[in-house]
């Protein structure tokens, strides 16, 4: 069994430590993956929180890409030396699953967030493991067949791991979950990472407009570059008065990024007749149980609908294959978001994060 580097959480809310832990070596169904590089996502950092089912200490980290380095008797996807990137993990047979509608499977909690496999045992020993079917925030990561996607040549090893949540979450709420229509309105409120995946989404699906709505002027900035017509400082002034300035009727359809209570009541007063509501922001701890904005007679008489979003309806390996194929094409530049810092930094990166000084923190093992 391998000995590796990771970063470990002992406690709700203690920092991450990089520790030598052992991991076990592949089972006959999974993949040893050196890890080029991982993401830090939102979801990482409400476990770091306590907020999930994983028994600490734990490794985190789920947005994970990098080399393969053995297979098990079983795998027949990927081979040793193969590029490949991961994603969540699913079961492939549930109703959901065999629909291809894998983000909804009816083992997604305890397959990602439990810290265990499907069995119930670790990968790390007393260390909870297996966060989506990865912790990757790691030397090296064990994962399965259904988790992994291959990269091609041309698209960045390092920060492809990003694809398999973040961005497939923002470009996968416009383009699959949502659907928006070529030519209509969208708000996105937040466009830290995944916000940004979905204005470059709505580029793609050749919106018409598209409104950012952002604290932080470099997101702003970057909103601006990556496809969005207008943005909005929500500090500036009455946010729905000013996203009505721009678009009288309302908006054809309002994501929702960051969960914040405040923001999420303004929907009702910017969302045309017939408009749509996707929300893909975990609300803050205090606000957990945050209800849907609005009333019910409100939503019948507009015909507006709502919609819960989990990994953009990504199907896996269709979806992040046509997501990196537009990346080739220079129709996609996910990679322009990205700010590298080795592994040992994660916390510097984590408040880096926080304080707006960069968009989507990467972190690359040493020595990788």
């Known amino acids: 069994m391998p000995q590796i ?46 907020y999930f089912t994983a028994e600490l200490p734990a490794v985190f980290g789920h947005e994970g890409a990098g080399i393969v380095e053995a297979v098990g008797a079983d795998v027949t996807k990927v081979a040793v030396g193969d590029r490949v990137a991961l994603s969540f993990s699913y079961c492939g047979s549930c109703a959901c699953c065999d629909r291809g509608e894998p983000a909804y499977c009816i083992d997604m909690t305890p397959l990602n967030s439990s810290g265990k496999r499907a069995d119930g045992s670790k990968t790390m020993g007393a260390v909870s493991g297996s966060f989506f079917g ?135 007063d910017i969302l045309a007749k017939r408009g749509q509501f996707g929300f893909v922001g975990i609300p803050p701890a205090a606000a957990i149980d945050l209800k849907l904005p609005g009333t019910l007679m409100g939503a019948m008489r507009n015909g507006w609908t709502f919609r819960g979003i989990i990994e953009g309806d990504s199907d896996v390996d269709g979806f992040l294959a046509e997501l990196m194929a537009e990346y080739l094409a220079g129709r996609f530049p996910f990679d322009r978001m990205v700010t590298r810092y080795p592994l040992s930094q994660i916390n510097r990166a984590i408040a880096d994060q926080h304080a707006g000084l960069c968009l989507k923190p990467v972190l690359i093992p040493e020595g990788e």
Do not use: W, Y
């Open 5 to 50: 580097k990771a970063a470990v959480v002992a406690e709700p809310n203690a920092p991450f430590e990089i520790q030598t832990v052992t991991l076990d070596a592949p089972r006959a169904d999974e993949i040893l993956v050196r890890i080029a590089g991982v993401g830090i996502c939102h979801t990482d950092l409400v476990a770091q929180a306590g």
């Open 134 to 268: 990865q912790s990757s925030f790691a030397s090296h990561a064990l994962t399965s067949e259904k988790n992994v996607v291959k990269v091609p040549e041309g698209v960045p090893l390092d920060v492809a791991g990003i694809l398999g949540c973040g961005v497939q979450t923002g470009a996968g709420a416009v383009l699959r979950s949502l659907d928006c229509a070529p030519g209509s309105a969208l708000v996105v409120f937040g466009v830290g990472a995944v916000g940004l995946a979905a204005v470059m989404g709505a580029k793609l699906r050749g919106l018409g407009t598209v409104i950012a709505v952002e604290l932080h002027e470099n997101r702003r900035r970057m909103a601006l570059e990556l496809g969005a017509t207008h943005v909005i400082d929500p500090a500036a002034g009455d946010m729905a008065q000013a996203i009505r300035a721009i678009l009288p009727g309302g908006a054809d359809t309002v994501l929702d990024t960051t969960g914040i209570p405040t923001v999420v009541e303004t929907v009702p």
